[in-house]
């Protein structure tokens, strides 16, 4: 039994002694001590109010007797207006550190074969270009969430799915085809999913030009106005204008209507396009060549993607890929329509109707049979059940996706799965750099590679300035460096609530001082150098605390922090927010600092209060390495 429930129960029985009264647990409110209070519990006597017919610094000072009177844990009492600050005695903590430091998994609860299974789905890559700084974002938290959902005792499977056909590969293929001269990524010396993801950007750009092209000679057919630099600055300005209060008038409504049909007719004719759309039909006929040129390009991405993955440290249990799954989906929306669930239009296209959920309409198969990317999540949802015995199917997926995923769990309900609307899309915010927001298209994205490397980078010329690893072989230095630079870009990132858009600051990231990774890593390696010098002064650190010794507030503060530890790894499982845990792990090392500034560690004379101070730096220890691991992160042993 935990200390709450031990005092909840002294509680309910002090009540019933006191005042003849019987009470629940919902009127036994305990709770953490505020910081500013002395005490390390906390009980709110107002509810009790009605039974004692007392005062609340009464009633309080009643219970308060009581249960210090009854139990040997509580060493003493104060009473603040209605608040019962319990406090705890010395050796209460000092046990608890004894069994926290027999633990290997201190804060986790172990999984059994007859654990709830979730399966967790993140990265989710298209191979037209090359995994950049919002991918970065969803891996580092579909793993972390992994690692906390398992620390909750589940059985987790790790899954990703590789959209890997459709018209955004088709555009990569072809402009390959046509000006990549037959390259490889052996004779660019390029990654393979950096040298397609340069053909997807090229096609952009020439498709582009295209509809430029069209603009100017369709201009006159549609708008009264001139060239297409100003046909760009009108369509520009109208579309700003409609989104102001002030709005626009009758004959603005009527040119941007003209504006958009152009700009429409453009897109849709430009030749690329046609030929993209060309290329997809082949390749879902199997026509030999485009089938040969897109398993060829795909596995230079595959390729590609797994260095990153490596550089990530993530990785998957299962990886499904979309041009494996469509088809799958496909069947079941054709079944759908059979059943009536669905309906097809006149042009030939299959579409739900979703306004009887408040929704709109919701195209499935295009007129030319060809499926949209809801398609491949209903198969991709069929086969993952029939795969796995899924408790939980948990979609690690950005909040632009929100539409998507709610209409997925009505669309599976329709078609008759059970499991349809129990699924969950864990929604996250964007990540964006100090300048701005980045374009796939554009060429403009953070490339993940990249940013990895200069983080590496960085962690190395900062690490050096600050003289951290003096002493270090070149090869140790490295792996050192590599493990600052991904704690620190692991921890930035993992450290904002999910919910939220943030901006990823790299400097700013590898401090190491503040709210950072790389922080709460030298702390770990500042308390394994006090046990590498413990050792050379012949001293060997016991595996128990003594228990007949008084703690001051520093120490108390440390262990009422690492005691807390379950309840933050159980709260992060139900939010599954990786923020809770970073936070926590940052709070931990701010309190060690603070204690390893006021109490002396190895130069104490007294024997048995430097020997429990040891044995409280080897549970902080590990506490801090538990912590970081739920986030991806390792700590080094020296620093």
Known sequence: ??????????????????????????????????????????????????????????????????????????????????????????????????EIVAQDKHGYVTADENSPLVMIEYSSPNTNKPLHLGHIRNNLLGYSVSRIAEANGNRVVKTNIVNDRGIHICKS???????????????????GDH?????????????????????????SEYTPIKDSEDFKATFSALKAKKKTKEGLNETEVEQLKACEELSKYAENNAPL??????????WEAKDKEVYADWKMMNQWVYAGFDVTYKKLGVDFDKIYYESETYTEGKDMVLQGLEKGAFYRREDGSVWCDLSDKGLDEKLLLRKDGTSVYMTQDIGTAKLRYDDFDIDKMVYVVGN???????????????????????????????????????????????DADDLVD????????????????????????EEVFKMIAHGALKYFILK???????????????????????????????????????????????????????????????????????????????TLSPAVIANFAFDLAKAYNQFYHDCPILFEEDENIRMMRLVLCKTVAKTLKNAMWLLGVDVPEKM
């Open 173 to 191: 293929m072809l402009a390959w085809k046509k000006w990549g001269e037959g390259c490889t990524p052996e004779s660019t010396g390029k990654k």
């Open 496 to 574: 904002v609530d999910p919910r939220k858009n943030m901006t990823f600051n790299p400097e700013e990231s590898i401090d190491f001082n503040g709210n950072t990774g790389p922080f709460i890593q030298y702390t770990h390696a500042r308390i394994k150098s006090i046990f590498r010098k413990a050792a050379e002064k012949g001293i060997e650190i016991s595996d128990k605390a003594p228990t007949n010794v008084e703690i001051g507030e520093k120490e108390n503060n440390l262990i009422r922090t690492i005691a807390n530890f379950p309840n933050v790894v159980a709260e992060a499982g139900k």
């Open 454 to 477: 200069e983080m590496v980078k960085t962690a190395r010329q900062m690490s050096k300035e600050l003289g951290k690893l003096d002493g270090y072989t070149e090869e140790e230095a």
């Open 400 to 446: 632009e996706q929100d539409y998507h995923f709610q209409v997925l769990a009505l669309l599976l309900d329709k078609l008759g799965f059970k499991w349809g609307k129990d699924l969950m899309h864990f929604s996250y915010g964007m990540v964006e750099l100090p300048h701005g927001k980045m374009k796939s298209r554009e060429g403009t994205v953070v």
């Open 273 to 282: 396009i046609i030929e993209a759309r060309e290329m997809l039909l082949k």
């Open 1 to 98: 039994m935990n200390i709450e429930m031990q005092l909840k129960g002294k509680l309910i029985a002090a009540v019933k002694e006191l005042y003849g009264q019987e009470i629940n647990e919902k009127q036994a409110q305990v709770q953490i001590t505020r910081k500013d209070l002395t005490g390390d519990f906390t009980i709110v006597v107002f509810p009790l109010l009605k039974v004692s017919k007392k005062s609340p610094e009464d009633t309080a000072n009643d219970i308060g007797e009581y249960i210090k009177n009854n139990d040997e844990t509580v060493s003493n009492f104060n009473v603040v207006k209605g608040f019962l600050n319990i406090e705890l005695a010395a050796d209460y903590w000092l046990n608890l550190v004894n």
């Open 195 to 219: 040298l397609v993801g340069d053909f997807y950007v090229m096609f952009d750009k020439k498709y582009k030009a295209e509809i430029s092209t069209i603009i100017e000679e369709k201009i």
